[in-house]
């Protein structure tokens, strides 16, 4: 593997540890049987509180029937989101929706080409095939 090969893989690595984190705390079976400085030091050490309170409640597993943490973990993680709740950093979802991007819907709509699907030439394999006959009848 080339060094700019594992320079890009290193980065996406590094970028995708959260996501990394959230699904490894996801998969482990034995969840109810973790403690909470389990879960913060060990499995998700980058995910905030808040994260793995919102991942821990909204965990449901209707395949395997798995159980998400215990309600003592739970009302820990509650009790330390009510100390952070001055603290602006923690106080972050990492699924939360941005409202700071700075364009509107306007302004990719206006952006767009409109492009008329009747001046696009059908390809050969399309055109030759009964079964796309449909796209061949074109409102004039």
Known sequence: MSSCSIEYAGSSWEELKHIRQAVGFLVIHPKPKKTLKEITNDLC???????????????????????????E?????????????????????????????PFSVDDISKSMTEIKVMDVDMPPLIRENSGFSFLHQRKD
């Open 45 to 71: 050490p980058v995910l905030s509180i808040q994260q793995l309170y919102r991942t821990s409640t909204m965990y449901w597993d209707d395949k395997y029937g798995t159980h998400t943490v215990s309600s």
């Open 73 to 101: 973990v739970i009302s820990s993680m509650r009790i330390m989101m009510t100390e952070d709740s001055n603290n602006a950093v923690s106080s972050s979802f990492l699924l939360d929706d941005d409202s700071s991007i």
